[in-house]
């Protein structure tokens, strides 16, 4: 309820063509976190979806209800840890396996230290699903790293401005002109 309350608050339309999807990670410790995603309807028959394919994606976390941080797709530097495996025809994001053994990686890096100060994230490596909070792993979060991580779609998700990547700025690019 809170994540949707959150998301209509500063809505942009899905990009035509565009599918989205939520979903609810329960954590150890009270902790929990809500989010959604959406990339091209193509995709959809892909084998998997890879972080450059969003074009949205945006996570909240809680502490027993209680909101605690977030992350956005807008939020995205080049320092960020941000990797991202979602199997579209099973609805479900892959977790730890031996060929998998580290799947996700959404602002926190397998230590778990680099979320920033302020920031917020989350993993699932060979050792467990957990959160990062302001620049330290959060290992109360923890849970089994392969439990699986089902998704819904809904197609009437409304994302927070920043959870959306922006149209490419054409006229924004300088071309030399060769005469």
Known sequence: MRLALLLSCLAVPLHAGDVSYRFLWEGSGGYSMRGAMAFDEGML???AVFEGDLSCFVIEGYENGTPIGRWALGMLTEETSWQVTFLPR????????????APQAWNMNGIGDDCGPGGFGFNIGNQAQDLCLDGEWVWESQIDPARPFPVVR???????ADACRGDL????????RVD
């Open 45 to 47: 028959e892909a084998r």
């Open 90 to 101: 099973r609805e479900e994001f892959v977790v730890y396996a031996p060929e998998t053994p």
């Open 154 to 160: 809904d197609d009437e998700v409304a994302f927070p």
């Open 169 to 176: 700025m054409m006229s924004e690019l300088h071309v030399q």
